[in-house]
């Protein structure tokens, strides 16, 4: 049998496959959804006692109401920002983003030796410059692309890779406040000799050497941030984790020595533990790729393999988007997901009167070429309501899990809301927050 | 169409698409093999830059005859533990190993809720359990099983759990000389205030706590290894990486505080960077859980998904062996590649007369049920020759690259040599070392 008939062949019959595939999951699904439904109603109150770092230590928060699973007594829990939203695009997309791994596949330690970053795959870094060019919302040229078990990885490599080995003191590392919750806990969780956390940036005043992390948009509150800190000469890191065009107007291409981004708040895939930073110092970069080396000797290849192949179609979504394969790009899907979230949660604040939400000046956006609000992956909601000093147990008390202010750096008036939970689950909290009157 | 037949249908299509897929992947090796042969010989010079972190600080290691990528003038670099030797095994098994990923699977970042190591597989933790009692070479009663991104996280992740966080002073870890290269680079990576290096467990006398990693069989020289500080009250942490059959006798099942395993060893599945601790203390799994959170957010589940199907295999091949299915056990295959390549290095090192092995006297091994050698994945050479010091250098200068006796805290007249890449490579270093003449 020639090649050219067998792949023929092979591509009838895997295209069979996986219709018969897609056919059986969604057989299986149907069969057992009401098994799944109460296997993830436990599961949502045992997550808070893991995820989300802050509530590991506040055992408060696994008040006896979390015990009950059932019907409406279920608990809401957004404390995290698990992307699990986007099962939903990818469910029907499950034939165009499948991936076959043989046993022997991935053996070995490498990548690419001839890559700075030796343990990248190829396909990944090629589908990193696309996905780039395509969304225009980073440079990649003159870049080294440096690929990472998740942005948090990338994030304590940068810090390793920034900061100064041979000074006897370590670097301060700030952040303007409400800041990323993790940031302090990741910069001083082993009380590293080469850098420390040294909180808000919009009150750093000391006359040393800095590194600041500027995340744009903002976690927790959305917001397009720059350097905060008042004065030139430190070193930044851009965390850009949300700066694609389903959360943001795409404003300019990010040009800065070091950005960060993942596909956990991109595509959706936070399983996958993949992140990648751009990088324009080939020592900084050289440093990083160092130390993961050290922390974990690379980073999951079956992983990247599917990341790239997660990009591709979301690529393709955008080149073909109005032909017969995608009617709509990823991101037109994704935004108009938003939209409606967040029309429906400003509704929900303004029926209850008792709170309030940032207001988002409208933008251009180059990649959809017109003038759009920002609806941010994390809902920043403050409580108005005078004799409620503390919103997170507030809301607790409604059955509805977030993260308190004071773990970003501010007042406890203020909670994060993740905005990327399953549909069920978002509206459940949405039907909640109305009920809820002074 | 019903179910049973859908699935009926589903099997005869799948089976005949593997056996398809397996066909194309030969085709297009034998097609392509020229080209790749090319590829990797350059390939192995750029290695030598990259993972083997001892390399990274000797510049000197880059010799201009590393250049030269063809023929008989191609390095053999044996610097780093690559386990591509296993391809040889696995290659075959494809169809049994092979998993399909659809896009939409494991966008969250939780697998199971229910277990304190929320990022963790089922499938995965069954198969440790079940591939612990196949081999008998560790107690999984009483234990919890924490899944890290290789044992590398999980090591740093053990420190991080055993380290008292109260303490003005970062606790001692040792390890008796020789000792894994990258242990002094990773305990001091970022300079942490809770622990520090200090050196050769043989000679460490400090009346303080510490911690001592223990290796068995030892990485680099393939001993069984107990505790050496002469003294009772040590933290200890066991790296078992290399305690399976093919390399070791199974002599007894581990029953630590806290043992670490990992794939790139038992399986040769280097590339998924999946690994696993055992750990009897809920209050330490806990702490290196919350470790393995501000360090990546939890670890692939699509790695942990194949690293499930390849241990459930070789658990298969050892109950089934014999049989059609599988001739041989995994362990069979490999104990038989090991002794033939120990034999092959000691007759080549007889021949040479200008180096030394170490001898390990035989052991009853309960898995094979008989008394057996010990092979182990590296060979841990003395150079005898009176004018050669640097043991490194000189193989180097008979193309043939080793990792120098100083990173494992010993003398420079010692070398450690991979034993686990594939067949190619190694029968040129055999070639290489009997030509070595005094």
């Given at each position: ?18 219709s ?34 802050p ?56 990548s ?7 343990f990248?795959?190829?396909e ?73 956390w ?46 694609w ?55 999951s ?108 750096g ?23 927050l ?5």
């Open positions: 049998m020639g090649l050219v008939s067998l792949r023929n062949f092979f591509v009838l019959s895997l295209a069979l496959n996986v018969l595939i897609l056919r059986a999951i969604n057989q299986n699904e149907k069969l057992h959804s009401g098994a799944l439904m109460a296997v993830e109603k436990g599961a949502k109150v045992a997550q808070m006692t893991f995820l989300s770092f509530s590991l230590s506040s055992p408060s928060a696994a008040a006896p109401e979390t015990q009950t699973p059932l019907g409406r007594e279920r608990v809401v829990n957004l404390d995290h920002g698990d992307p699990t939203m986007y099962e939903q695009y990818w469910k029907p997309m499950g034939d165009k983003t499948t991936i076959v791994i043989p046993g022997w596949q991935s053996m070995s330690y490498f690419d030796v001839t890559n700075l970053c030796w990248m795959e190829p990944f870094a090629k589908q990193i410059v696309r996905i780039h060019k395509v969304v225009g919302n980073a440079v990649t040229e003159g870049r080294h692309i440096v690929v990472g078990t998740g942005s948090s990885q990338l994030l304590l490599a940068a810090l390793y890779a920034l900061s100064p080995q041979d000074s006897s003191n370590p670097i301060s590392v700030v952040s303007a406040a409400p800041y990323y919750s993790s940031y302090p806990l990741m910069t001083d969780c082993v009380k590293s000799g080469i850098h420390k040294a909180g808000d940036a919009k009150i750093f005043d000391k006359d040393e050497p800095y590194i600041e992390l500027v995340t744009s948009p903002n976690n927790p509150d959305g917001f397009v941030r720059h350097p905060m800190v008042n004065r030139t000469g430190g070193i930044l890191v851009h965390d850009l984790a949300y700066y065009p389903q959360y943001t107007p795409i404003s300019t291409p990010a040009d800065n020595d070091l950005s960060l981004f993942t596909v956990s708040k991109s595509t959706g895939h936070a399983g996958l533990r993949i992140g990648w930073a751009l990088v324009k110092d080939v020592e900084v970069a050289k440093r990083m790729i160092k130390f993961i080396e050290l922390n974990t000797i690379g980073v290849k079956d992983s990247q393999l599917r990341a790239a192949k997660v990009l591709e179609v979301v690529s393709d979504s955008c080149e073909q988007a109005g032909g017969s394969e995608y009617t709509e790009s990823f991101f037109h899907f994704s935004h108009t997901v938003m939209t409606e979230r967040w029309r429906l949660l400003r509704e929900a604040v303004k029926r209850s009167g008792l709170f309030s939400l940032p207001n988002f000046s409208p933008a251009h956006c180059n990649f959809f070429d017109n003038n759009l609000g920002t609806q941010p992956a994390f809902a920043w909601l403050k409580c108005d309501k005078d004799n409620v000093e503390d919103c997170e147990s507030f809301l607790r008390g409604h059955k509805i899990l977030t993260r308190g202010g004071k773990h970003f501010v007042g406890s008036k203020y909670v994060r809301i993740s905005m990327l939970d399953r549909e069920q689950t978002y509206n459940l909290f949405i039907e909640r109305s009920q809820i009157r002074s």
